[in-house]
Each structure stands twice: as structure tokens, then as C-alpha cells.
């Protein structure tokens, strides 16, 4: 967990992704976000963008999700939301490569 912390102190960008489980974050992005806490003072003005995906076509299921995210990084200091990609409609492996949520991720990373 050290090597992950060090390295979201050192980045610019964080990207925060996660499949949608019952409307929240799975349990390893949240198992990231506790662990931070340790150190949060110290991860002070980056920029976010957050990814997630969810069987269900509408965003409206990812809403909690997103605000988890949010929540996170509001007790940063500095922390600027710069982009959100819904991946609505995936299930199956694979799935996502055919969605226009593929190509927004693409788009949004040659700008970092």
C-alpha cells in the first residue's frame, strides 16, 4: 500500500476507476481510499478524473458511486475534478471495448 500512496503523492493526475457493486465502489478502491488517510495532508492539489462502469445503461445507478469519489478527494486540498466516464451498459469481459465510454477514456488520456 506504501508503493500506491508514494505514488498518488508524487502524481499530478489521479484516476480513480471502479466497477459499480450495489451503487458504490468496490472493495479495493475503497480499501485505497481508507489507507490514505495516513498521508492525506500530503496529496494535496491534484487533478481527478473518475472511471467507472455498470451493468445498468443509465448513470443515474452510478450517482453514490461518483460522490464516493468526490468525498475522497473534497478532503484534499486543491483537488480539481477534471473528468467522469460512466461505462454504462457492461457486464461481460470485454464489453467495454465496443463503447463509446472506451473511446471518452481514450480521448480524456491524450490530454493528461
Known amino acids: 500500500m ?35 488517510l495516513a498521508r492525506w495532508t500530503s496529496i494535496p492539489n491534484k ?3 473518475y472511471i467507472m462502469t455498470a451493468a445498468e445503461k443509465s448513470a443515474t445507478v452510478m450517482d453514490c458511486t461518483l460522490e464516493c ?18 461505462g454504462k451498459g457492461v457486464y461481460q469481459p470485454g464489453e467495454i471495448l465496443e463503447m463509446p465510454a472506451m473511446q471518452e477514456a481514450y480521448k480524456m488520456g491524450t490530454n493528461v
Open 47 to 49: 487533478e481527478f478524473y
Open 69 to 86: 469519489f468526490r468525498g475522497f478527494a473534497t478532503c484534499l486540498n486543491g483537488s480539481q475534478e477534471i473528468g467522469v466516464i460512466y
Open 2 to 36: 506504501s508503493e500506491i500512496l508514494d505514488k498518488m503523492q508524487a502524481a499530478d493526475v489521479i484516476v480513480m476507476a471502479s466497477p459499480v457493486y450495489f451503487y458504490s465502489i468496490d472493495a479495493q478502491m475503497k480499501t485505497v481510499i481508507d489507507r490514505s
